[in-house]
């Protein structure tokens, strides 16, 4: 049976755009414009030291791989974009993965690439796992131009990390910690994650204090998602530990917004609470943006793209001079704003102003309906010039954002993992 989410996420397109039509992925390259205009870059490094079990991104054991070949492909990549890009200001980098420090000579050697490539800043992030969070890693990618960090804790405590397979404890995690927030970085990022197997209220109360008496710039806190191409559905069923319900879920929620408001920290989207004045480490939620590297993606204007997620195929690829596209779908205007609004909503403020100038058009007469009835049930509030979303609306679209990882990609991901080149993807 399907996830009830899909229906959600068909109500979702429906309601907003008018289509009851499912989303069909093409196996071919779209056309793309001759400039890009400014936009965010990403790069993706696919490698793991050790594979986790809940884990969706693309990802392959590092032992055995060809890692010259992978960052001579990434170079020949960013050099098929280097035409378009050519007028372009690139205000953020952020590099993820997989664990971009998997290799620091690879990665230092692709940021000092793609920094004298393209103009790029005043942004470059790197995602860090606690185990790669040396003295001497951290300081070499502050000298890299490295300005924002993102430390994959998950949680501070020894028997939750071991339940989800994390090769580290709570004390190497600490240390992980007080190495990055050492290290001069205009950020520090933790990423927690709640709903852990067996996890107790003071268990997720005791992680985020320890988290936001270090003084970091930005807490994020993801509820654990069970992918369905992933181990951990089957783990979970096999343990004694049953998935958090959604009215745990909405506990540990009201646990972290009532922690974070009590340190300084505002709520910047769904999942992440920032101090203020402090820079937000965000990869997902730009409007455009070009991926670089086995399974990235990319939106440029209307075209939604996804690199093939097989390192080898990807690297034969680009060798051809090939870009390495394996699905795309082109949006129309419904669409772009069906887009925004959802990300919008993410980041928990619905601006008007921003609307007018994407689209020329006025947010209240295009959804005053909707947005009258949203504030109604207390789910929007407006402020200024823009509508925020209130806890309730947080905890709405909680489950909502959980709904499109589940659906959209979960369906998505888990094609590309299967297959490197799909001739189409039809979602719903
Ligand atoms: C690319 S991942 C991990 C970065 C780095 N490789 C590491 O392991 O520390 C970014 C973040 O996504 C979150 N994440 C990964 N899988 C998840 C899942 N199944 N459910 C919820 N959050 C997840 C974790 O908090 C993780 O730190
Ligand atoms: S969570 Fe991080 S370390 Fe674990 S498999 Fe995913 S990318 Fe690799």
Known sequence: MKPSFWRTRRLYRL???GKYQPYVFEGTIPD????????????????????CPFCPYNKVLLYGQ????????VKK??????ERLQASTVPSLYIGGGTPLASPRHL????????????????????AHPSDASVENLSALRRSGVNLLSLGVQSFQDDLLQRISRPYDGEKAKEALANSMNADFDSVDVDLMFGLPGETEDQLGYDVEYALRSGIGQLSAYPLILFSFTKMP????RSTFPKASWRQEKKMLQIIQELSKAYGYERTSIWTWTKKEKAQY?????QDFVGFGAGAASRCSNVFYSNTCSVSEYVKAVDTRKLPIALSISLDEKDEIAWWLFWAAYRMSISRQEFRRLFNRELDSEFGLYLKALRYLGILKEEGTEYRLTDNGGFL???????????????????????????????G
């Not at 414009?33 to 030291?49: A, T, V």
């Not at 690439?113 to 393209?118: A, G, M, N, V, Y």
């Not at 089957?234 to 069923?237: G, S, V």
Request: with cysteine; charged share 20%.
């Open 282 to 286: 965000t990869s997902v939620t730009r």
């Open 15 to 17: 309601l907003l755009t």
């Open 108 to 127: 230092l050697d692709l940021i000092a690439f793609l920094t004298h490539s393209f103009r790029i800043g005043p942004e470059i992030g790197v995602e």
């Open 234 to 237: 089957e783990i979970l069923a």
């Open 77 to 82: 990549e960013a050099e098929m974009y280097r």
């Open 32 to 51: 793309l414009p001759n400039s890009l205009g400014d936009i965010g870059l990403y790069l993706h490094i696919p490698f793991c030291k050790q594979i």
């Open 397 to 427: 679209f909680h489950l909502v954002e959980q709904g499109y990882s589940l659906d959209f990609l979960d369906g998505m991901w888990g094609a590309l993992s299967s297959e490197a080149w799909p001739k189409r993807l039809v979602l």
């Open 66 to 73: 060809d890692v010259d070949a992978y960052a001579e492909a």
